[in-house]
């Protein structure tokens, strides 16, 4: 059983939003002050479509793409599914490689095709263990784990979210254009938000938080705030 959190059953959290709201950061920092696992569900996507571009697989051609979504050989060093952990992919460390603009905008597009997300369902949702999980996507609390206990839904302006971009790769001595990063980030929202198949939207009974204009500790004491809330409410 994933869902629910009754009793044995794993406590999940699922923060959704656009790239650079930070969830992957707030995802990483909630699991680790309540010892939960993490899963980092775009880097699914993302190994979707290198493993499909390692083999010269054309990202259009949907049916031979969710095959390799389905048999993708993957481990995750750490044991997690998570942003910090080490990641082999077919024998080779792809940790990196993964982390690239190119690999998100590959990423966005096979994750448009809807034997893609239904070839990953599974895989995602077996990071569901005792005592709990922490994921972070676009469609965990939609989808993958509908009936999670606590829905976050974390976004910011893509103003805030190019910004915040152009620091991060300045500061790991990449030359990048901040109008260029703008476009981008537009361009991903558009396509994420824009699908027939899962598309980026807050679930219904999630909580919204607009990071604009919050530091991470302010987030993640509001993310905590809520699954204590929550937890009290459902008298877990
Ligand atoms: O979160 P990240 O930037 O790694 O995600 C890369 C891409 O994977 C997203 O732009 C989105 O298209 C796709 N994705 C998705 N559903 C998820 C997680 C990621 O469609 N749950």
């Not at 309540?34 to 980092?40: E, S």
């Amino acid at each position: 059983m994933w869902h629910k959190g009754v009793e044995h059953s794993p406590i999940i959290i699922t923060i959704d939003g656009p790239g650079g709201s930070g969830k992957g950061t707030i995802a990483r920092l909630t699991a680790s002050s309540l010892g939960f696992h993490v899963l980092d569900s775009g880097a699914l996507y993302r190994l979707t479509a290198l493993a499909a571009q390692n083999r010269q697989v054309d990202l259009a051609d949907s049916a031979a793409v969710a095959k390799i979504a389905e048999t993708l050989d993957v481990e995750f060093v750490s044991g997690e599914c998570q942003k910090s952990s080490k990641i082999i992919l077919d024998g080779h460390e792809v940790t990196h490689a993964l982390r690239t603009e190119q690999a998100g905008e590959a990423a966005s597009k096979v994750a448009a095709i809807p034997l893609v997300r239904q070839a990953l369902l599974k895989r995602q949702r077996d990071f569901a263990v005792a005592p709990g999980l922490v994921a972070d996507g676009r469609d965990m609390g939609t989808v993958v784990f509908s009936e999670a206990l606590l829905k976050i839904y974390l976004t910011a302006s893509v103003q805030i979210r190019a910004e915040r971009r152009y620091k991060e790769l300045k500061e790991k001595g990449e030359s990048v254009s901040l109008p260029q990063l703008f476009d981008e980030i537009k361009a991903r929202d558009d396509r994420d938000m824009g699908r027939s198949v899962a598309p980026l939207k807050p679930a219904d009974d999630a909580v919204i938080i607009d990071s604009s204009r919050l530091s991470i500790e302010e987030v993640l004491d509001l993310v905590l705030g809520e699954y204590h809330k929550a937890v009290s409410t459902k008298s877990l």
